[in-house]
């Protein structure tokens, strides 16, 4: 959960650059890239929390949407449990003139999301 890259794809990150780590590798922040209604999208996330190897949530922000996103590991056996938890907020006025058809977006996409996810951290 430490490389940038592995959140691609998961909420509304589709690109990610800029990445910040501190002197032990522990991820600090990145910007975020996305396209939606035929428009570009970007913002910045911020790590929260991070035990690694265990569970990490950034904070994600952008002129329209506000996004605390968390992942937790909980091994079970051979295998670990992967659960996201994902909350979104309207920032900006088109993000709360449309906030129903996103809500339902976001919540439609997620479980899709969360599988791919856990594969990216599986590899």
């Known amino acids: 959960m430490q490389q940038p890259e592995v959140w691609v794809g998961i909420g509304p990150i589709e690109?990610?650059?800029e990445a910040d780590v501190d002197d032990r590798g522990t991820l600090r922040?990145?910007?975020?890239d996305a396209?939606?209604?035929g428009r570009h999208w970007s913002g910045?996330?911020?790590t929260t929390e991070a035990s690694p190897g265990e569970a990490m949530r950034l904070s994600l922000r952008s002129a329209?949407?506000?996004?605390?996103?968390?992942?937790?590991?909980?091994?079970?056996g051979?295998?670990?449990r992967l659960a996201v938890e994902l909350t979104a907020r309207p920032a900006g006025m088109m993000?709360?003139?449309?906030w129903g058809l996103i809500d339902a977006t976001i919540r439609d996409a997620l479980a899709e999301q969360t599988a791919e996810f856990g594969r990216r951290l599986a590899e």
């Open 78 to 80: 051979t295998h670990c």
């Open 44 to 46: 910045s996330a911020r």
């Open 35 to 37: 396209v939606a209604a």
């Open 15 to 17: 690109r990610v650059s």
């Open 29 to 32: 922040g990145f910007r975020w």
């Open 95 to 98: 993000a709360r003139l449309f």
């Open 64 to 76: 329209e949407l506000s996004v605390e996103l968390g992942a937790i590991l909980t091994p079970e």
